[in-house]
T-cell receptor
Framework: DTAVSQTPKYLVTQMGNDKSIKCEQN?????MYWYKQDSKKFLKIMFS???????INETVPNRFSPKSPDKAHLNLHINSLELGDSAVYFC????????????FGPGTRLLVL | GNSVTQMEGPVTLSEEAFLTINCTYT??????LFWYVQYPGEGLQLLLK?????DKGSNKGFEATYRKETTSFHLEKGSVQVSDSAVYFC????????????FGSGTRLLVRP
């Protein structure tokens, strides 16, 4: 009965590859988010979708492309991976975009070699 | 723009010691303020929140009071346990239409038996 789940949990890959991370929430929430946490634990929002519509798009390289096939899923595709992409990526959701509380997934640890 | 500043860690305490983790913010108007906690290997969880000045958020023995005059939201606990060892993030949600959560850099707490 996991609320926000992500796959895979760990991802090790070579520079230049393309990879995807998937996120699903079973809370019935309208809004989903992707965050990046760097090696110093600094956490920054990347994207947010509300009912499949992109509402937040921070200054992120266009190698990163989010896709929301429905409001319960938000996937992140990364092209031409670089060393600096190594981080933990967290998915989160909230009931509506103005909700006070966000619920986070367990994270996907990406290591680019 | 909106920002959150937290004290640098790590903070190392003995069990049953008193904890304070400082957090100050910069924002226009009256943002909502949060403390999230990240246990090792897990995603973030909401610990407590306060949505207006002078509100006190509390949960699991932790407290924080929204101080508009000092733009602060310091986290306190009277007696920490080993199980409180985690990274603590202060965050704010501004009053603009983006509804973004802005996180501080996180403070690692290590409680020794």
């Amino acid at each position: 009965d996991t609320a926000v789940s992500q796959t895979p949990k760990y991802l090790v890959t070579q520079m230049g590859n393309d990879k995807s991370i998937k996120c699903e929430q079973n809370l019935g929430h309208d809004t989903m988010y992707w965050y990046k946490q760097d090696s110093k634990k600094f956490l920054k929002i990347m994207f947010s979708y509300n009912n499949k519509e992109l509402i937040i798009n921070e200054t992120v390289p266009n190698r990163f492309s989010p896709k929301s096939p429905d409001k319960a899923h938000l996937n992140l595709h990364i092209n031409s991976l670089e060393l600096g992409d190594s981080a933990v990526y967290f998915c989160a959701s909230s009931q509506v975009r103005s909700s006070e509380t966000q619920y986070f997934g367990p994270g996907t640890r990406l290591l680019v070699l | 723009g909106n920002s959150v500043t937290q004290m640098e860690g790590p903070v190392t305490l003995s069990e049953e010691a008193f904890l304070t983790i400082n957090c100050t913010y910069t924002a226009t108007g009256y943002p909502s303020l949060f403390w999230y906690v990240q246990y090792p290997g897990e995603g973030l969880q909401l610990l407590l929140k306060a949505t207006k000045a002078d509100d006190k958020g509390s949960n699991k023995g932790f407290e924080a009071t929204y101080r508009k005059e000092t733009t602060s939201f310091h986290l306190e606990k009277g007696s920490v346990q080993v199980s409180d060892s985690a990274v603590y993030f202060c965050a704010l949600k501004g009053m603009d239409s983006s509804y973004k959560l802005i996180f501080g850099s996180g403070t690692r707490l290590l409680v020794r038996p």
